[in-house]
């Protein structure tokens, strides 16, 4: 279970986020959701280590992780993939995935992978910097997958890409959490995340202004902040 207590904090003298809590079930998906800048990403990099918190705590697995380094995060079951692909662009595909492979089941991996992304199977030899935007956003998603965390937190693995694309990578998720990992999505697309995620935490502005279960998530509310948001950029 990861458990975020009342983080302050962002990228200078004013804080970005005010007091954000929010916990993740062993085995669950929960959405966070919320306008541009409302802070999403900025709460992924908290929970990450990639970013200090001034204030307020992350606890996963019942272990303090608050000032640990990202690696030892990751080390104990944790991954980010952040806004943006995560590939090694020189490395082929097959490549990217061996080295996120845990020790003598490189084989198993990439055959799990592939079985979900046979696309990744047929393109294995070429540059993961040659793939497409869509193919390099599974590649990452099947490192993730395979590097077997506890926990992944999955910043916008929707973002630009085609319909049938995102239905494929909402699969792999559902089939991720079938295999007992634990999501914490920020997601574009609201309908889907409401259909993965069991909790929803709605931030605006840096704070949890809502946390509730799918189901019961005033739609209009949510598109509302969205909506003052975006009117508010264009007027400014
Ligand atoms: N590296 C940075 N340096 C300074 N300010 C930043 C940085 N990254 C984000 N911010 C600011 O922090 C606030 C929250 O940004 P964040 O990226 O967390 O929002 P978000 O909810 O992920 O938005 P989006 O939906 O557009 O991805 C914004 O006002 C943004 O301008
Ligand atoms: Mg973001």
Redesign the pocket.
């Known amino acids: 279970m990861l458990e975020v207590q009342e983080l302050v904090g962002?990228?200078?003298a004013t804080p970005?986020l005010h007091q954000v809590s929010l916990t993740v079930p062993d085995s669950s998906v929960v959405a966070l959701l919320?306008?541009?800048?409302?802070?999403?990403?900025?709460?992924l990099?908290m929970i990450s280590g990639l970013l200090r918190p001034t204030s307020g705590s992350v606890t996963f697995d019942g272990v303090e992780m608050t000032s640990m380094r990202p690696a030892a995060r990751v080390q104990r079951g944790l991954c980010h993939l952040p806004?943006g692909r995560g590939v090694f662009p020189s490395l082929s595909v097959r490549e990217n995935l061996v080295l996120f492979s845990p020790k003598g089941q490189e084989a198993d991996s990439f055959d799990a992978a592939v079985e979900a992304f046979p696309i990744l199977g047929e393109r294995r030899k070429q540059l993961a910097g040659t793939l497409s935007g869509g193919e390099q956003q599974m590649l990452t998603l099947a490192r993730a997958y395979v590097s077997r965390p506890k926990i992944v937190l999955v910043?916008?693995a929707s973002l630009g890409l085609a319909p049938l694309i995102v239905d494929a990578i909402f699969e792999f998720l559902e089939r991720m959490v079938a295999e007992g990992m634990s999501l914490l999505i920020?997601e574009?697309y609201v309908q889907r995340a409401l259909a993965i995620a069991s909790t929803v935490n709605v931030?605006h502005k840096?704070e949890i202004v809502w946390t509730g279960p799918s189901a019961d998530l005033d739609q209009d509310m949510l598109f509302a902040l969205y909506a003052g948001e975006s009117v508010a950029g264009r007027t400014s």
């Open positions: 962002g990228y200078g970005v919320g306008a541009n800048g409302a802070g999403k990403s900025t709460t990099r806004e910043d916008e920020v574009q931030l840096g």
